[in-house]
T-cell receptor, first 117, second 111 residues
Framework: AQSVTQLDSQVPVFEEAPVELRCNYS??????LFWYVQYPNQGLQLLLK??????LVESINGFEAEFNKSQTSFHLRKPSVHISDTAEYFC???????????????FGAGTRLAVHP | DTEVTQTPKHLVMGMTNKKSLKCEQH?????MYWYKQKAKKPPELMFV???????INESVPSRFSPECPNSSLLNLHLHALQPEDSALYLC??????????FGPGTRLTVT
Protein backbone atom coordinates (compact mmCIF):
# COMPACT_ATOMS: atom_id res chain seq x y z
CA ALA A 1 0.00 0.00 0.00
CA GLN A 2 1.10 3.53 -0.69
CA SER A 3 1.90 6.05 2.02
CA VAL A 4 3.38 9.53 2.28
CA THR A 5 5.41 10.90 5.16
CA GLN A 6 6.01 14.60 5.62
CA LEU A 7 8.74 14.72 8.18
CA ASP A 8 8.04 18.19 9.58
CA SER A 9 4.63 19.31 10.80
CA GLN A 10 5.78 22.92 11.08
CA VAL A 11 8.67 24.84 9.54
CA PRO A 12 9.31 28.39 10.78
CA VAL A 13 11.65 30.46 8.64
CA PHE A 14 12.63 34.09 8.21
CA GLU A 15 11.79 36.00 5.05
CA GLU A 16 14.37 35.64 2.24
CA ALA A 17 15.86 32.52 3.84
CA PRO A 18 15.93 29.19 1.95
CA VAL A 19 13.54 26.41 2.92
CA GLU A 20 13.16 22.68 2.33
CA LEU A 21 9.97 20.76 3.07
CA ARG A 22 10.60 17.05 3.17
CA CYS A 23 8.43 14.31 1.68
CA ASN A 24 9.05 10.57 1.51
CA TYR A 25 6.73 8.03 -0.03
CA SER A 26 6.40 4.27 -0.15
CA UNK A 27 5.12 2.39 -3.17
CA UNK A 28 6.02 -0.79 -4.98
CA UNK A 29 5.16 0.55 -8.41
CA UNK A 30 5.73 3.69 -10.44
CA UNK A 31 4.01 6.76 -9.08
CA UNK A 32 2.93 10.28 -9.78
CA LEU A 33 3.99 12.83 -7.15
CA PHE A 34 2.50 16.21 -6.32
CA TRP A 35 2.86 19.18 -4.04
CA TYR A 36 -0.30 21.13 -3.25
CA VAL A 37 -0.48 24.40 -1.31
CA GLN A 38 -3.41 25.52 0.82
CA TYR A 39 -3.68 29.13 1.94
CA PRO A 40 -5.89 29.90 4.96
CA ASN A 41 -9.59 29.29 4.31
CA GLN A 42 -8.98 28.20 0.73
CA GLY A 43 -8.94 25.03 -1.34
CA LEU A 44 -5.86 23.19 -2.55
CA GLN A 45 -3.80 24.60 -5.40
CA LEU A 46 -1.43 22.46 -7.44
CA LEU A 47 2.12 23.70 -6.93
CA LEU A 48 4.24 21.05 -8.66
CA LYS A 49 3.84 17.69 -10.28
CA UNK A 50 6.12 14.84 -11.29
CA UNK A 51 4.55 12.47 -13.82
CA UNK A 52 7.59 11.39 -15.83
CA UNK A 53 10.70 12.78 -17.50
CA UNK A 54 13.04 15.22 -15.76
CA UNK A 55 13.36 14.51 -12.07
CA LEU A 56 13.63 18.23 -11.25
CA VAL A 57 10.36 20.11 -11.58
CA GLU A 58 9.80 23.81 -11.05
CA SER A 59 6.86 26.09 -10.34
CA ILE A 60 6.27 29.59 -11.64
CA ASN A 61 6.73 31.13 -8.18
CA GLY A 62 10.23 29.85 -7.46
CA PHE A 63 9.58 26.47 -5.81
CA GLU A 64 11.23 23.32 -7.09
CA ALA A 65 11.12 19.66 -6.18
CA GLU A 66 13.32 16.74 -7.10
CA PHE A 67 12.12 13.18 -7.53
CA ASN A 68 14.67 10.78 -6.07
CA LYS A 69 13.63 7.21 -6.78
CA SER A 70 16.44 5.56 -4.81
CA GLN A 71 15.55 7.54 -1.69
CA THR A 72 11.80 7.56 -2.45
CA SER A 73 11.71 11.28 -1.81
CA PHE A 74 10.16 14.36 -3.38
CA HIS A 75 11.43 17.27 -1.28
CA LEU A 76 10.21 20.81 -1.96
CA ARG A 77 12.68 23.69 -1.93
CA LYS A 78 12.73 27.44 -2.40
CA PRO A 79 15.94 29.49 -2.26
CA SER A 80 14.30 32.62 -0.84
CA VAL A 81 10.84 32.66 0.76
CA HIS A 82 8.35 35.52 1.06
CA ILE A 83 5.76 36.29 3.68
CA SER A 84 3.12 35.33 1.11
CA ASP A 85 4.46 31.75 1.04
CA THR A 86 2.98 31.17 4.50
CA ALA A 87 0.58 28.27 3.99
CA GLU A 88 0.01 24.55 4.48
CA TYR A 89 1.87 22.34 2.00
CA PHE A 90 0.72 18.81 1.20
CA CYS A 91 2.74 16.16 -0.59
CA UNK A 92 0.67 13.54 -2.41
CA UNK A 93 1.25 10.33 -4.36
CA UNK A 94 -0.87 8.26 -6.68
CA UNK A 95 -0.59 5.18 -8.83
CA UNK A 96 -2.15 5.88 -12.20
CA UNK A 97 -5.34 3.82 -12.62
CA UNK A 98 -5.61 4.01 -16.36
CA UNK A 99 -8.28 1.35 -16.53
CA UNK A 100 -10.43 3.16 -13.99
CA UNK A 101 -9.92 6.60 -15.42
CA UNK A 102 -9.17 8.29 -12.09
CA UNK A 103 -6.34 8.85 -9.62
CA UNK A 104 -6.61 7.98 -5.95
CA UNK A 105 -4.41 10.57 -4.23
CA UNK A 106 -2.75 9.67 -0.94
CA PHE A 107 -1.84 12.80 1.04
CA GLY A 108 0.82 13.37 3.62
CA ALA A 109 -0.13 14.99 6.92
CA GLY A 110 0.96 18.43 5.71
CA THR A 111 3.68 20.89 6.66
CA ARG A 112 2.82 24.31 7.96
CA LEU A 113 5.31 26.84 6.53
CA ALA A 114 5.40 30.03 8.61
CA VAL A 115 7.48 32.85 7.14
CA HIS A 116 8.41 35.58 9.60
CA PRO A 117 9.64 39.11 8.80
CA ASP B 1 -8.81 27.18 -17.64
CA THR B 2 -8.33 24.89 -14.65
CA GLU B 3 -11.25 26.06 -12.55
CA VAL B 4 -13.50 23.96 -10.39
CA THR B 5 -16.35 25.91 -8.79
CA GLN B 6 -18.23 24.99 -5.63
CA THR B 7 -21.39 26.40 -4.09
CA PRO B 8 -22.16 27.49 -1.50
CA LYS B 9 -18.93 28.78 0.06
CA HIS B 10 -20.38 28.45 3.56
CA LEU B 11 -23.28 26.38 4.87
CA VAL B 12 -24.76 26.16 8.33
CA MET B 13 -27.35 23.43 8.83
CA GLY B 14 -29.17 21.75 11.66
CA MET B 15 -29.05 18.03 12.27
CA THR B 16 -32.53 17.53 10.80
CA ASN B 17 -31.98 19.58 7.65
CA LYS B 18 -31.46 18.40 4.10
CA LYS B 19 -29.01 20.37 1.98
CA SER B 20 -26.85 19.88 -1.09
CA LEU B 21 -23.34 20.90 -2.09
CA LYS B 22 -22.66 21.55 -5.76
CA CYS B 23 -19.52 21.29 -7.85
CA GLU B 24 -18.98 22.18 -11.49
CA GLN B 25 -16.10 21.93 -13.95
CA HIS B 26 -15.89 22.72 -17.66
CA UNK B 27 -12.49 21.23 -18.41
CA UNK B 28 -13.88 18.08 -19.99
CA UNK B 29 -12.60 15.98 -17.08
CA UNK B 30 -14.29 12.61 -16.73
CA UNK B 31 -13.31 11.91 -13.11
CA MET B 32 -14.76 13.91 -10.19
CA TYR B 33 -14.05 13.57 -6.49
CA TRP B 34 -15.40 14.57 -3.09
CA TYR B 35 -12.95 15.04 -0.22
CA LYS B 36 -13.56 15.98 3.42
CA GLN B 37 -10.99 18.03 5.31
CA LYS B 38 -11.00 18.60 9.06
CA ALA B 39 -9.00 21.45 10.57
CA LYS B 40 -5.23 20.94 10.47
CA LYS B 41 -5.61 17.58 8.68
CA PRO B 42 -5.08 16.44 5.09
CA PRO B 43 -8.07 15.88 2.81
CA GLU B 44 -9.73 12.47 3.07
CA LEU B 45 -11.27 10.88 0.00
CA MET B 46 -15.02 10.23 0.20
CA PHE B 47 -16.22 9.41 -3.32
CA VAL B 48 -14.92 9.13 -6.87
CA UNK B 49 -17.00 9.25 -10.03
CA UNK B 50 -15.47 8.15 -13.30
CA UNK B 51 -17.45 8.63 -16.51
CA UNK B 52 -20.46 9.51 -14.36
CA UNK B 53 -20.42 6.20 -12.51
CA UNK B 54 -19.52 5.81 -8.85
CA UNK B 55 -16.11 4.13 -8.76
CA ILE B 56 -15.08 4.58 -5.12
CA ASN B 57 -17.07 4.97 -1.91
CA GLU B 58 -14.66 5.07 1.02
CA SER B 59 -17.19 3.59 3.46
CA VAL B 60 -18.89 6.95 3.86
CA PRO B 61 -22.05 7.01 6.05
CA SER B 62 -25.31 6.99 4.12
CA ARG B 63 -26.21 10.45 5.42
CA PHE B 64 -23.88 11.60 2.60
CA SER B 65 -25.28 10.82 -0.83
CA PRO B 66 -23.33 11.71 -3.98
CA GLU B 67 -24.84 12.32 -7.38
CA CYS B 68 -23.28 12.94 -10.79
CA PRO B 69 -26.06 14.27 -13.09
CA ASN B 70 -23.69 14.77 -16.03
CA SER B 71 -19.99 14.93 -16.82
CA SER B 72 -19.66 18.55 -15.59
CA LEU B 73 -21.64 18.43 -12.36
CA LEU B 74 -21.20 16.69 -9.03
CA ASN B 75 -23.54 17.02 -6.07
CA LEU B 76 -23.30 15.91 -2.47
CA HIS B 77 -26.65 15.55 -0.74
CA LEU B 78 -26.62 15.90 3.03
CA HIS B 79 -29.24 14.62 5.45
CA ALA B 80 -29.34 14.12 9.21
CA LEU B 81 -25.74 15.14 9.69
CA GLN B 82 -23.90 15.14 13.00
CA PRO B 83 -21.82 17.98 14.48
CA GLU B 84 -18.68 15.93 13.81
CA ASP B 85 -19.45 16.21 10.08
CA SER B 86 -18.53 19.90 10.24
CA ALA B 87 -15.56 20.31 7.90
CA LEU B 88 -14.35 21.77 4.62
CA TYR B 89 -15.75 19.75 1.70
CA LEU B 90 -13.58 19.84 -1.38
CA CYS B 91 -14.49 18.84 -4.91
CA UNK B 92 -11.85 17.93 -7.50
CA UNK B 93 -11.73 16.77 -11.08
CA UNK B 94 -9.14 15.18 -13.35
CA UNK B 95 -8.57 13.85 -16.80
CA UNK B 96 -7.98 10.12 -17.08
CA UNK B 97 -4.80 9.40 -15.16
CA UNK B 98 -4.05 13.10 -14.78
CA UNK B 99 -3.66 15.84 -12.20
CA UNK B 100 -6.45 16.56 -9.72
CA UNK B 101 -7.70 20.15 -9.71
CA PHE B 102 -9.50 21.25 -6.58
CA GLY B 103 -12.27 23.74 -6.00
CA PRO B 104 -12.24 26.32 -3.18
CA GLY B 105 -14.40 24.16 -0.96
CA THR B 106 -17.61 24.52 1.05
CA ARG B 107 -17.19 25.23 4.75
CA LEU B 108 -19.95 23.21 6.45
CA THR B 109 -21.06 23.75 10.03
CA VAL B 110 -23.59 21.37 11.56
CA THR B 111 -25.38 22.73 14.64
Amino acid sequence: AQSVTQLDSQVPVFEEAPVELRCNYSSSVSVYLFWYVQYPNQGLQLLLKYLSGSTLVESINGFEAEFNKSQTSFHLRKPSVHISDTAEYFCAVTEPHYSGGYNKLIFGAGTRLAVHP
Amino acid sequence: DTEVTQTPKHLVMGMTNKKSLKCEQHMGHRAMYWYKQKAKKPPELMFVYSYEKLSINESVPSRFSPECPNSSLLNLHLHALQPEDSALYLCASSQEGGVLYFGPGTRLTVT
